[in-house]
């Protein structure tokens, strides 16, 4: 693991299983063959040196969002700090939506928030569909030992025999059929000799069970529709709920975590791997699944279909759009990896369910960037001010701290001239009580330089005020000794027109105005905020560093950041990640 993701893990359930489970030894004899594979191959294999195997087993079918890098930090987590390995591996068991676009995405994403699948040698990546030909034979052990079936009802009439959660099911006509039969069928099916939905192989387990996972689920249905990795080769694919237990099986995987909603699939999950343990085809110890709360963010939609539909249809632009949760949403927005463990090391981990307020993760934002983003001035809303009594032509340098928490980063310097871009709320003039900043014959200092009175502006025929007049003080300069021999109220912040860069600049604010989009019947659709993006042309400070590497702060604006897209030196473009908490943001 390249970095590590927290520096004092705080305990939580899962870490309490884990502890318990080392004590006990519970793992102590399990074989690892130094690569994923059943019983007969894991045999061959040392004591797997890695004391736990946890896996991030994502769906190539989207792009990852704030809620995955909750599972991520999690998984890699567990795994580094109990010396173990996690698995990277892409659940590609569904063909259609699935796409080689998606799990480079998906692995770009993962290194991108510090994490990796290497434990020693061992280069932890999988692809689910590797084991197709394992599940195979796993699936006519099942039938040979009259635990699974090939069932010829349709699909409709699989559901009507399901019974509700208060009636049983009832036994498919099919169910009690030969052995022979269901293994001739079976290959029959992978053969492709029947069509999509004209047959199912289902697990033999019991219509009348209270759990209705357990009764008789499907675990190979017909679907002729090439994958994204392998091709033409099958026509059956497997059920989630059959490949899951079974990939991480053959993975040595000690502890499965995955969601809440996976809670009722847990019986079933044993049963497959305790009956194919039985059969000699799986290893003991075999993988344990355990649940947790997933993570549900206010003001935003995680689900991969909605997103999907919010990049197709074109309600934001592409999946890196820095409105989305998601994670390539977030870099763009200016979010840094450190910021995301951090927000998901407050999480916690737990098992009750709730919401997360959209603006902890601001906060984790500002709490990883305040300490290393580069200071700098930008102007988002320019209007000109003269100095009058200063020399037309001359320009000095002032100076202010790159950053104020690291004084070895040192000083930054900027001209000051004549001509100085400042933000139009910044003059006002009628002042409404306490503003202590710009108005008819009011002194404020001009941050890092002179303290300057106004003494009055220039408007246009119809009545705007296009420039704002004032006098300097010449012996005021800040970091002189007179500089404290006036006193002011007010600070503002400035660039001088000559120097200044022009940069375009994007705030952002909520995709939605609901805080639950998505909750109860709602259309998600109708909470977008249509004010989400607002696009402003303003002057930044000359020497700013624009790289989509360099987390800026603007004095009293927010953190922001060059577009990793858009932005070029000629023609800069800048996100604004997050507002600053102090009141300067909430001023406009
Ligand atoms: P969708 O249902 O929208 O397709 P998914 O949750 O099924 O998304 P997967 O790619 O299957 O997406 O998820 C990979 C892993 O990430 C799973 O183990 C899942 O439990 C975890 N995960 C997904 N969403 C969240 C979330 N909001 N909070 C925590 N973990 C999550
Ligand atoms: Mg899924």
New binding site residues.
């Given amino acids: 693991m390249t970095s590590a993701p927290s520096p004092a893990p705080v305990s939580n359930f899962l870490r309490t299983i884990i502890d318990n489970d080392l004590a006990q030894g519970r793992y102590a004899d399990k074989r690892w063959a130094g690569k994923p594979g059943p019983a007969s191959v894991q045999a061959t294999g040392d004591i797997d040196p890695a004391r736990i195997r946890t896996r991030?087993?994502?769906?190539?079918?989207?792009y990852?969002?704030?809620?995955?890098?909750?599972?991520?930090c999690?998984?890699f987590g567990l795994a580094h700090d109990y010396q173990g390995a996690c698995h990277l591996r892409f659940?590609d068991t569904n063909p259609e939506k699935e796409e080689d676009e998606y799990v480079n995405a998906i692995i770009d994403m993962v290194e991108w928030l510090g994490f990796d699948w290497k434990y020693g040698n061992e280069n932890n990546r999988y692809f689910a569909s590797d084991y197709f030909e394992y599940m195979y034979t796993f699936a006519q052990a099942l039938v040979q030992a009259g635990l699974a079936y090939v069932d010829e009802q349709s699909a409709e009439e699989m559901r009507a025999t399901r019974g509700t959660l208060t009636e049983k099911g009832t036994n498919s006509p099919w169910r009690d059929r030969p052995v022979e039969e269901s293994l001739r069928l079976l290959d029959e099916m992978r053969d492709g000799k029947h069509p999509d939905g004209s047959m199912a192989l289902r697990a033999r387990i019991d219509m009348g069970s209270p759990n209705i996972n357990m009764r008789d689920p499907v675990l190979y249905r017909i679907r002729h529709v090439p994958h994204h990795r392998t091709g033409d080769r099958w026509c059956i694919y497997p059920m989630y709920s059959w490949a899951h237990p079974v990939e991480d099986a053959l993975e040595g995987i000690t502890h499965s975590?995955?969601?809440l909603?996976?809670e009722d699939q847990r019986p079933f999950y044993d049963w497959i791997l305790n009956h194919l343990a039985d059969l000699g085809q799986l290893q003991r110890p075999l993988p344990r699944q355990y649940e947790?709360?997933?993570?549900?963010?206010s003001y935003v939609v995680?689900?991969?279909?909605?997103?999907l539909q919010l990049v197709r249809e074109g309600y934001v632009n592409g999946w890196d759009d820095p409105r989305l949760p998601t994670l390539a949403g977030l870099r763009r927005r200016g979010y840094t990896p450190a910021s995301i463990r951090l927000f998901c090391e407050r999480l916690g981990v737990s098992k009750a369910d709730s919401r997360i307020d959209y603006s902890l993760l601001e906060q984790a934002l500002r709490d990883d960037l305040d300490p290393i983003a580069a200071r700098s001035v930008a102007v988002l809303d320019p209007i000109k001010l003269v100095l009058t009594n200063y020399p037309e032509g001359k320009t000095e340098l002032c100076h202010a701290p790159r950053n104020p928490h690291d004084p070895e980063a040192g000083q930054r310097e900027f001209p000051l001239g004549r001509e100085l871009w400042i933000e139009r709320d910044d003059f006002r003039e009628e002042p409404p009580k306490k503003y202590f900043r710009l108005f008819p014959g009011n002194t404020v200092r001009l941050k890092y330089g002179y303290i300057i009175r106004c003494t009055g502006c220039v408007k246009d025929e119809n009545g705007n005020v296009t420039e704002v007049h004032a006098e300097y003080l010449p012996d005021t300069k800040s970091g002189t000794p007179g500089a404290d021999s006036v006193k002011v109220k007010g600070n503002i912040t400035w660039i001088s027109t000559e120097h200044a860069i022009s940069a375009e600049i994007r705030l952002y604010d909520r995709l939605f105005s609901d805080p639950h989009p998505d909750s109860g019947d709602k259309n998600f659709l109708d909470a977008i905020n249509p004010d989400s993006c607002t696009i402003v042309q303003g002057w930044l400070e000359p020497g700013t560093q624009l790289t989509a590497d360099t987390p800026l702060q603007f004095e009293r604006l927010g953190y922001f950041i060059a577009d990793r897209k858009d932005s070029t030196s000629e023609k800069p473009v800048l996100n604004r990640s997050a507002t600053l908490k102090d009141s300067w943001a909430q001023k406009s």
């Fill in positions: 991030f087993p994502p769906e190539p079918n989207g990852l969002h704030i809620g995955h890098a909750k599972s991520i999690l998984n659940d975590i995955c969601t909603e996976f947790f709360a997933r993570l549900n963010l995680t689900s991969k279909r909605k997103l």
